[in-house]
């Protein structure tokens, strides 16, 4: 009888631990020798690259993920997490958004035909 007892206490502890498991995400894979985009400081990266680490955040946020782990895997700081989250709630897109300044004092015109004068004659660049 003990050791039907002792089996089924087993089993219930395999279960809470199957249970467990599932709710968590998998863990990441990475082959070895490959450089990811991963391993470069949001910082760091490239204009055009930073939709893809924007879009890495919110997938795996979305996916369950802490903000710790995603901080940790993706080398971000929590202040860039908290906003790229924020930010595409707002707006639904990766993307930065495009900026105000002052206006062109020139027209599209004038900066074609300065373009073209700009080998022409004693003045040229160098």
Same mark, same amino acid.
């Given at each position: @009888? #003990?050791?039907? +007892?002792?089996?089924?206490?087993?089993?219930?502890?395999?279960?809470?631990?199957?249970? +467990?498991?599932?709710?968590?995400? #998998?863990?990441?894979?990475?082959?070895?020798?490959? %450089?990811?985009? &991963?391993?470069?400081?949001?910082?760091?990266?490239?204009? &055009?690259?930073?939709?893809?680490?924007?879009?890495?955040?919110?997938?795996?946020?979305? @996916?369950?993920?802490?903000?710790? =782990?995603?901080?940790?895997?993706? $080398? =971000? #700081?929590?202040?860039?997490?908290?906003?790229? $989250?924020?930010?595409? #709630?707002?707006? %639904?897109?990766?993307? &930065?958004?495009?900026?105000?300044?002052?206006? %062109? +004092?020139?027209?599209?015109?004038?900066?074609?035909? $300065? =373009?073209? +004068?700009?080998?022409?004659?004693?003045?040229? @660049? $160098?």
């Amino acid at each position: @009888m #003990a050791r039907t +007892s002792k089996s089924t206490n087993t089993h219930a502890q395999d279960q809470s631990q199957n249970h +467990s498991l599932k709710s968590q995400p #998998a863990p990441f894979k990475r082959l070895p020798g490959v %450089k990811y985009i &991963d391993d470069v400081p949001y910082s760091k990266l490239l204009h &055009d690259q930073k939709p893809i680490r924007r879009a890495q955040i919110v997938i795996l946020h979305q @996916m369950g993920y802490t903000n710790s =782990v995603v901080e940790k895997e993706r $080398l =971000v #700081a929590r202040s860039t997490l908290k906003d790229t $989250l924020s930010r595409y #709630a707002k707006t %639904k897109t990766y993307r &930065d958004l495009p900026r105000g300044g002052r206006p %062109k +004092s020139y027209t599209e015109r004038e900066e074609r035909e $300065l =373009v073209r +004068s700009e080998g022409k004659g004693r003045h040229r @660049m $160098l």
